[in-house]
């Protein structure tokens, strides 16, 4: 059972390039997010995703796309690569016991260190 | 949401009883507890989670002050594997609560 699945992990790219993050979910879990974490920052929520066909905003989206074609993966896009956006990023997953529920326990991929220069 | 507070270090000895605390002194009678840990370049792991009662799992226990303004983890004999940064959640019930909202956590220090 691989859980939750980053590809790839590790990336460098030029200011003003593009890409994707891929993550993919092998639990049938309903709820898809996408986080960053900067040294002493903690992690922060860029989108998520309560379902196929349906993304949302978390807390810090500028910069960034997402889309969940299929129930299994949620893409994040980086449209024009910044500096700024040099950090590690992580896919996490979530079943929920009801619509809801506060005890829904996220299940998160080993992340993907991205570099801007 | 609620937030939490946690110290920003804490340092203990191999095969001793860790105690974590986190404040939440602005908790809703329907948030949840959770727990989790990040181990050195690894991603975050679920330990443990909890409304009102004390809960135990095989990684840890988790203490709920009887106001629940307060809760600590307890990890009963610590390992040098321990030694990560452990994040003290509130997750609520209702509305359109969907996301998780990560602190600066506690980072723990293991000596052998």
């Known amino acids: 059972n691989a859980g939750v699945t980053q590809t790839p992990k590790f990336r460098v790219l030029k200011t003003g390039q593009s890409m994707t993050l891929l993550c993919a979910q092998d639990?049938?879990?309903?709820?898809m997010y996408w986080y960053r974490q900067d040294p002493g920052m903690g992690l922060r929520l860029i989108h998520y995703?309560?379902?196929?066909?349906?993304?949302a905003k978390g807390e810090v989206p500028d910069g960034y796309n997402v889309s969940r074609l299929k129930k299994q993966n949620f893409l994040l896009g980086l449209e024009s690569a910044a500096p700024s956006q040099t950090s590690v990023y992580f896919c996490?997953?979530?079943?929920?016991?009801?619509?809801?529920?506060?005890?829904?326990?996220?299940?998160f991929g080993a992340g993907s260190r991205l570099t801007v220069l | 949401d609620a937030k939490t507070t946690q110290p920003n270090s804490m340092e203990s000895n191999e095969e001793e009883p860790v105690h974590l605390p986190c404040n939440h002194s602005?908790?809703?009678?329907?948030?949840?507890i959770h727990w989790y840990r990040q181990l050195p370049s690894q991603g975050p792991e679920y330990v443990i989670h909890?409304?009102?009662s004390n809960v135990n799992n095989r990684m840890a226990s988790l203490a709920i002050a009887e106001d629940r303004k307060s809760s600590t983890l307890i990890l009963h004999r610590a390992t040098l594997r321990d030694a990560a940064v452990y994040y003290c959640?509130?997750?609520?019930?209702?509305?359109?609560?969907?996301?998780?909202?990560f602190g600066k956590g506690t980072l723990l220090t293991v000596n052998p």
């Open positions: 996490a997953s979530s079943y929920h016991e009801a619509p809801t529920s506060g005890a829904n326990v996220l299940t």
């Open positions: 639990m049938n879990h309903e709820y």
């Open positions: 995703s309560v379902g196929e066909g349906t993304t």
């Open positions: 602005t908790i809703s009678g329907t948030d949840y």
């Open positions: 909890g409304l009102t």
């Open positions: 959640i509130l997750r609520s019930s209702g509305g359109s609560n969907y996301k998780l909202t």
